[in-house]
């Protein structure tokens, strides 16, 4: 009798111990599946790429060139080199109204969205972030430094050819345009980056979408 109870005691000391590695196992496939869904799949340009769930994610307080604009194929091709094919950790996560994600990005506790501004790929765009501060300076110091598309490469003050219209691009939406003599019109820097365009009629400037600048 004494055989058969300590049998049982071990039949019951056994199956606690596979439920519990069973437990265990499933907690640990569930925190593969929870990094996974993280991993980059695809960028799809300077500041945005879709995880392996699908979710498409923006990084935050950064705006990099639409594509075909200046620097933003070397923006998209930064952006990839710090975070294909990885799995990064996302921090201070907002909904746009597009219902898209924006977040801070990380890879090896590097925070990519800085990376982006501080070598002129990107520019900084305020938004309320812990590290707001941060990206701040580091987009002043690129600007200072003339890296990426605060260069010569994309910033102009005179254009290549005969055309003297400057069409500025403000706060990424208002288009207006400036003739050779209206005011301010030396301090316009041309940005190439953001879809500022020089044009050589003002029908040209209208058809655009670009309106004369109050004060012309």
């Keep these: 009798i004494l055989k058969v109870k300590m049998n049982i005691k071990e039949i019951v000391i056994i199956l606690l111990f596979l439920g519990l590695i069973l437990s265990l196992s499933a907690n640990l496939f569930l925190l593969y599946q929870n990094m996974e869904k993280n991993r980059v799949t695809r960028v799809v340009d300077g500041d945005s790429f879709s ?90 110091e690129a600007r200072n430094g003339q890296r990426g598309i605060y260069s010569a490469i994309c910033r102009t003050e005179s254009p290549t050819i005969d055309c003297l219209i400057k069409g500025n691009i403000r706060d990424g939406k208002e288009k207006v345009y400036h003739l050779a003599d209206c005011p301010n019109y030396d301090q316009v820097i041309i940005d190439e980056s953001f879809g500022d365009r020089w044009f050589c009629t003002e029908t040209d400037a209208q058809k655009a979408g670009f309106r004369k600048a109050e004060g012309c």
Aim: charged fraction near 40%; glycine fraction near 8%.
């Design 51 to 140: 995880r392996k769930d699908g979710r498409r994610i923006r990084l935050l307080g950064i705006d990099a060139p639409e594509r075909e604009r200046c620097m933003a194929g070397e923006a998209r091709k930064r952006l990839q080199e710090e975070v294909k094919g990885k799995i990064v950790k996302l921090t201070d996560m907002v909904n746009d109204d597009y219902g898209r994600m924006l977040a801070n990005v990380w890879v090896d506790k590097k925070l990519v969205n800085k990376i982006l501004v501080s070598e002129g790929l990107a520019k900084f765009v305020y938004v309320k972030s812990p590290y707001y501060e941060e990206i701040k300076q580091a987009g002043q």
